[in-house]
């Protein structure tokens, strides 16, 4: 039991320490003038699926994609990074000497679940992967994570917003998954608070292997 609580402890610190530091990330775009929010359009000339599709006749040609940040490998100067779009996932090969220094310093700084646009050449690495061999690249959108709190114990994150509580006594009731246990509405009247447009924090699309949870799978830095 004591062990369970601490690894919540811990848990909840690292998601402190992990807002702070996206919060941070995003203020100092923002002061550079590289605000993502401000972004509006973006052309994408291909899908994923579809350079693969057609590799033969767009090798060595300009394509431009956008999608979300799945991995990321820095390695140095060069990496390697997976874009997932609307038809699926594509590798990018991201290089300092393409990019330029002040680029590929910014892409380091990019975390799993941003939005990103990248233009660049299609070609296949030495493994055989259909990639694109980024020549320039936008960010389109900062992954963080909301930050609502329970109103009950005002400490944890909120995982739901009872709807019930809204409805029938026009009351704002956000919960933590611990606050939610003992809750007296009806649980079918909750909706999960994650990073939406309704929230009103947009930008992110969650855990793929846990919907519920908008910490990213993986941090791969
Ligand atoms: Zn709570
Ligand atoms: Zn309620």
Same mark, same amino acid.
Not at 52 to 81: D, Y
């Given at each position: 039991?004591?062990?369970?609580?601490?690894?919540?402890?811990?848990?909840?610190?690292?998601?402190?320490?992990?807002?702070?530091?996206?919060?941070?990330?995003l203020?100092?775009l923002q002061?550079?003038g590289k605000d993502p929010f401000l972004i509006t359009k973006y052309?994408?000339?291909?899908?994923?699926?579809?350079?693969?599709?057609?590799?033969?006749?767009?090798?060595?040609?300009?394509?431009?994609?956008?999608?979300?940040?799945?991995?990321?490998?820095?390695?140095?100067?060069?990496?390697?990074?997976?874009?997932?779009?609307? $038809?699926? #996932?594509?590798?990018?090969?991201?290089?300092?000497?393409?990019? %330029?220094?002040?680029? &590929?310093?910014?892409?380091? +700084? @990019?975390?799993?679940?941003?939005?990103?646009?990248?233009?660049?050449?299609?070609?296949?690495?030495?493994?055989?992967?259909?990639?694109?061999?980024?020549?320039?690249?936008t960010l389109l959108s900062r992954?963080?994570?909301?930050?609502?709190?329970?109103?009950?114990?005002?400490?944890?994150?909120?995982?739901?917003?009872?709807?019930?509580?809204?409805?029938?006594?026009?009351?704002?009731?956000?919960?933590?998954?611990?606050?939610?246990?003992?809750?007296?509405?009806? $649980?079918? #009247?909750?909706?999960?608070?994650?990073?939406?447009?309704?929230? %009103?924090?947009?930008? &992110?699309?969650?855990?793929? +292997? @846990?919907?519920?949870?908008?910490?990213?799978?993986?941090?791969?830095?």
């Amino acid at each position: 039991m004591a062990e369970a609580q601490n690894q919540n402890m811990e848990k909840e610190q690292d998601l402190g320490k992990l807002l702070k530091v996206r919060r941070e990330k995003l203020s100092a775009l923002q002061e550079v003038g590289k605000d993502p929010f401000l972004i509006t359009k973006y052309d994408v000339t291909h899908h994923s699926e579809e350079i693969r599709a057609k590799f033969e006749e767009l090798e060595n040609k300009k394509v431009s994609v956008a999608g979300r940040l799945m991995s990321k490998r820095v390695m140095g100067k060069a990496s390697f990074c997976h874009v997932q779009d609307l $038809e699926g #996932m594509i590798q990018c090969y991201v290089a300092r000497d393409s990019l %330029g220094e002040e680029s &590929y310093a910014d892409f380091k +700084k @990019y975390d799993i679940g941003d939005l990103v646009g990248i233009e660049g050449f299609v070609f296949k690495t030495k493994t055989g992967e259909i990639s694109v061999h980024a020549e320039k690249l936008t960010l389109l959108s900062r992954n963080n994570p909301h930050e609502y709190l329970c109103s009950e114990c005002g400490k944890k994150p909120a995982a739901v917003i009872c709807m019930e509580c809204l409805y029938e006594f026009l009351n704002e009731v956000f919960l933590c998954e611990d606050c939610a246990k003992t809750h007296a509405c009806d $649980e079918e #009247m909750r909706l999960n608070v994650c990073n939406s447009p309704r929230m %009103g924090v947009c930008g &992110y699309g969650g855990s793929i +292997k @846990y919907p519920d949870q908008f910490v990213p799978d993986a941090q791969t830095t």
